[in-house]
């Protein structure tokens, strides 16, 4: 039984965690309006050291664990140099710069990689945010 989904837990379960950060191995730059991304019911996720995720962004304000988001914005794909848990809320940085908080994940793509889903007030592609190769990604 999955607590998240037979919702015996209603938020995290941690209390506190350690940083998790890794640097970009590919910016991207596309948007799609009707993705119909379903995100998983669990807001946490362990990710683990020299593992490749994906980071997209959404600005629908509905954004949560067991939702459909759609409106998504691509940002890139990167390389994970501290593993750890990763949840609904945490705050994702790119080069010291705060970008958005995670709203959930999806594993369309797995075992291939996860997609971390995060909500902003704007739906901007990883190079209309000007990031690079190389530059640092913390969520936390």
């Known amino acids: 039984m999955d607590p998240y989904k037979e919702k ?4 995290s379960l941690c209390s506190k965690k ?10 991207m730059d596309a948007k799609v309006s009707h993705r119909g991304l ?15 995720h994906e980071l997209m ?12 988001v759609n409106g998504i914005a691509y ?3 990167f390389e994970l140099e501290r593993g750890g848990v990763v949840a609904k ?12 908080e995670i709203v959930g994940f999806d594993e ?8 971390v889903v995060i909500k902003s007030s704007k739906r901007k ?3 209309e945010m000007g990031v690079e190769l190389g530059d640092r990604l913390i969520i936390g």
Not at 18 to 27: E, K, M, P, T
Not at 39 to 46: D, K, N, Q
């Open 8 to 11: 015996l837990i209603p938020g």
């Open 18 to 27: 350690a940083l998790v950060w890794g640097r970009l191995v590919a910016v």
């Open 38 to 52: 379903r995100l998983m019911v669990s807001p946490t996720r362990a990710l683990l050291s020299g593992q490749i």
């Open 57 to 68: 962004v959404t600005d629908e304000e509905d954004a949560a664990p067991g939702r459909t």
């Open 75 to 77: 940002v890139c794909f």
């Open 89 to 100: 809320g945490d705050k994702v940085t790119l080069q010291g710069k705060a970008i958005g």
């Open 108 to 115: 369309t793509h797995t075992p291939n990689h996860l997609n």
């Open 125 to 127: 592609s990883g190079k």
